[in-house]
C-alpha cells in the first residue's frame, strides 16, 4: 500500500548529494517534516501524493505552511511565547 505523502529530499555530504525520501499519511506530519528540512537547509526534490506527483502550487503551498511553521517556532523560541500568542501578535500558523 501506498503512503499518501512522499517527500523526495538530498542530503549534501562531501560535494556529492544523497537522494532520500520519507513517507507519511498525515498532511500535518508532512508539513511538519518539510518544516525541519527548510531548517536543515535541505534540498526538497519533490512531494507526491498517493504517488503522484503534487502540481507545482499544490507543494508550493506546502512547502509555505512548513515554512510559516518554522518561522512560529523561531518566533516562540526568541520570545518565550507560545504559539497562539504568536499568532495572535504576528500572524503565523499557530
Known amino acids: ?3 499518501k505523502y ?7 555530504f562531501h560535494g556529492h548529494t544523497q537522494k532520500h525520501h520519507h513517507l507519511t499519511d498525515d498532511p500535518v506530519a508532512a508539513e511538519q517534516f518539510l518544516s525541519e528540512l527548510l531548517e536543515r537547509g535541505f534540498q526538497i526534490d519533490g512531494v507526491s501524493h498517493e504517488g ?3 502540481p507545482k502550487n499544490e ?3 506546502m512547502i509555505k505552511t512548513a515554512a510559516g511553521m ?3 517556532r523561531h ?3 526568541s520570545l518565550g511565547i507560545d504559539t497562539i500568542e504568536a499568532h ?3 500572524g503565523s500558523p499557530a
Not at 6 to 12: D, L, V, W
Open 1 to 3: 500500500m501506498l503512503a
Open 88 to 90: 495572535h501578535r504576528f
Open 59 to 61: 507543494s508550493d503551498r
Open 52 to 54: 503522484v506527483p503534487l
Open 70 to 72: 518554522l518561522a512560529t
Open 6 to 12: 512522499k517527500i523526495e529530499y538530498g542530503i549534501k
Open 75 to 77: 518566533i516562540c523560541a
